[in-house]
């Protein structure tokens, strides 16, 4: 028998703020976290200075001995984890250390610091710098191992490092575990820290906005006068539980996950298709048993670049047509890579449960080459709703889609 499953704790650290409260005031006042960021200047042959960096710092209660095998990205997977687990009240409760908990978390990569150490080796020769933690802080499972040690999880862990999609990914496959039967409670969600070899990456690709001297005019998702992604850094988590294990320990509910979809292009690195986009959405729709008109809200991918935007607004059209309100968090937070799917999961939800959502920040001109949507724009939109659907792309061709039934 497939078991309910229920979203019981959320928590974000992003460029326009660590709580809900910091991250809705940002987007009803219509403000980016997106800065210039002066240390790039040393990177010769870097066009971007722009990034949206999020404010954190080691929390003092974090031991030496606990986080020294943590680069950057592993702590903020972590202390994420810590905000959500508080919020589920599940942070001291037994189900965490007997099996019935698991983790689906991911990031691009680990922490890059730590790829520099043996960088030094393969270039000067020399084996100075490394030590017995540098593979585990580079690590492609960083993230979630450093949870299950920091929190004593002990049941089935999911490495969900597959760029852009590693957050939505890691939350459909917690719900896949849940609903299957296999674990009771799940820590599912992404990170990623900021680099300039981030940046780097979308700048051979001539990908990245070159705004440098108007930080807030970008990104600009389906404007005909977008100039590319901006690198953004963060962490999300969300709890997931099985339904009657949830009320039956008097848990808050946020939301239910009713469909998720993945699939992969198999065309291209990284050119998106738009046919392959079409069908996570069409698999969601078909997991949650619902029709196109019964979702009220998309939390679109949205990265601001010509290629992704064009594919992406289509494919959506396809499913939905041009009446269902879309927006995207990126033009907010930029890039958060693999925190992304997280951060827009725990935004939707939190909007769908308030009544209300963000517009698209920047949007003035809508490409005539994109579809023609419904894209919220202007001021935020008012919208009493049951089902909202969350949308994630990345390299490798690489798609999820998620959809939440409210439940407050």
């Known amino acids: 028998m497939l078991k309910r499953v229920v979203v019981t704790g959320m928590a974000g650290l992003s460029p326009i703020g660590n709580c809900w409260n910091d991250v809705s005031r940002h987007l009803k006042a219509k403000q980016t976290g997106i800065k210039y960021v002066e240390h790039w200047d040393k990177y010769k042959g870097l066009n971007t200075r722009l990034a949206g960096p999020v404010e954190f710092e080691k929390p003092a209660h974090y031991s030496r001995k606990q986080t020294r095998s943590m680069g950057r990205v592993a702590l903020l997977s972590t202390y994420v984890t810590e905000l959500a687990l508080l919020d589920a009240d599940l942070l001291m409760h037994s189900s965490l250390r007997s099996g019935e908990t698991g983790i689906a978390f991911g990031s691009c990569a680990g922490s890059l610091e730590a790829v520099a150490e043996f960088g030094n080796m393969l270039i000067n020769h020399s084996v100075d710098g490394l030590n017995a933690t540098s593979y585990i802080r580079m690590m492609s499972h960083t993230a979630p191992v450093n949870i299950g040690l920091f929190f004593g999880i002990n049941g089935r862990v999911y490495t969900t490092s597959s760029a852009c999609t590693s957050a939505s990914q890691g939350i459909g496959f917690a719900y896949e575990a849940i609903k299957h039967g296999y674990q009771k409670i799940m820590v599912a969600g992404g990170a990623d820290e900021l680099s300039a070899c981030q940046a780097a990456v979308f700048d051979t ?77 069409q698999l969601a729709l078909k997991d949650a048993n619902l029709t196109a008109d019964q979702i009220a809200y998309i939390s679109a991918h949205g990265t601001a670049t010509e290629h992704g935007d064009i594919a992406e607004s289509h494919a959506t059209h396809s499913v939905f047509g041009n009446k269902t309100p879309i927006s995207s968090l990126k033009s907010y937070t930029g890039h ?22 963000h517009p698209n920040l920047n949007l003035v001109n809508p490409d005539p080459r994109c579809a023609a949507l419904d894209y919220i724009v202007g001021n935020t939109r008012q919208i009493n709703c049951e089902y909202v659907m969350s949308n994630n792309f990345a390299f490798g061709g690489i798609n999820t889609s998620l959809i939440f039934k409210r439940t407050m």
Not at 259 to 277: A, R
Not at 344 to 357: C, P
């Open 205 to 281: 690709l001539f990908a990245t906005s070159l705004q440098n001297d108007n930080p807030q005019s970008t990104p600009r998702p389906f404007d005909i006068d977008r100039d590319g992604l901006v690198i953004g850094e963060g962490a999300g988590a969300l709890i997931l539980e099985e339904w009657d294990h949830a009320k039956n320990r008097g848990a808050k509910i946020y939301a239910e996950i009713v469909g998720f979809g993945t699939n992969s292009d198999g065309l291209h690195v990284t050119q998106p298709d738009s046919l392959s986009m079409q069908v996570p959405m």
């Open 336 to 357: 958060t890579l693999g925190a992304c799917g997280a951060l827009e999961a725990w935004t939707a939800i939190s909007m769908m449960n308030e009544g209300w959502f």
